[in-house]
């Protein structure tokens, strides 16, 4: 527990924690505010990959899908996370919020090369399964278009909308286009395809993933600022409704993290947040009395 501190010696413990064990670093923040904050400072002590895991802007319980472009970012995070640890920064929602399992994530991402054997319409039927909706132009994310033998589609974690031209069953080329005006742009060689949705994959499941199954085990835990996590899950609580089949609750995150090595920070000072025994200074075997303090967070003892 390092207590009383603010983003800059945050990111500089996180960054120390990354370099020396080689393990991913999950830092949970009550508000993506301050997650973000954060994220900005990470510059000045690592040149690591440092990235942002963002909640949706709904709630499961308000059934509205959450907008591709989110979308495209959390899938676009948990692609990324699959290759080499890293510093991902998460709100409290947006770890609570489950996920399609890793398996089935595994064989809907697609990896699209120059060269590369592609059936034309195996590939539009995978388009489907991924969850795109085909229409005659792809102008925004998450729609594919066909017009003779070439396939145009908008990912949904890509700012860029892109064209693939086909010479039977093989990726003749691949551009860049303008998603309003329709032209070609630039070439490229490669695109990586995640699937457009996430929400209404969640729904009626039982085999629910969370970030953590991503993760690992090779992993540390950095609960940021105890105070405005209890007060975020206290929010989130009053508002999910009977909706929780594909969220969360704290007794189940508690369960899963028990077995990570866990850093706990905090903006104020401990005595503020809990009660706990202090040691008289003036003892003269100070420095060699050992009293237990015990850490109030969540209702949970830790």
Known sequence: LIEELWNSPKAAIAALAQELTGKNILILSGQSTEEMRLFHDFALFTDKRVVDFPAWETLPSEQIAPSPDIV?????????????????????????????????????????????????????????????????????????????GIIDVYPVSSPDPFRIEFFGDEVASIRIYDPIGQRSIKPVERIDLTPALEMEMLQNRQDLATLFDYLGSNTIVILDDLLALEDRWATLKSTLGQETKSFMG????????????????????????????????????????????EFEAFGKTF
């Not at 640890?85 to 089935?104: D, F, G, H, R, T």
């Not at 077995?259 to 003892?283: A, V």
């Open 72 to 148: 495209g970012e959390r899938y676009q995070v948990l692609r990324e996370i699959e290759n080499e640890p890293a510093i991902i920064l998460s709100s409290l929602q947006a770890c609570l919020q489950k996920l399609i399992p890793k398996n089935e994530f595994k064989h809907l991402n697609l990896l699209i090369q120059i060269g590369t054997p592609l059936n034309f319409d195996a590939f539009q039927q995978k388009l489907n399964e991924m969850g795109y909706q085909k229409n005659s132009i792809a102008s925004d994310k998450g729609q594919y278009a066909v017009r003779g």
């Open 250 to 293: 704290l007794d189940e995150l508690f369960k899963i993290i028990e077995p990570y090595q866990k850093l706990f920070l905090t903006d104020q000072p401990i005595e503020e947040l809990s009660e706990i025994k202090m040691l008289d200074r003036s003892q003269k075997y100070y420095s060699e009395t050992i009293i237990p303090i």
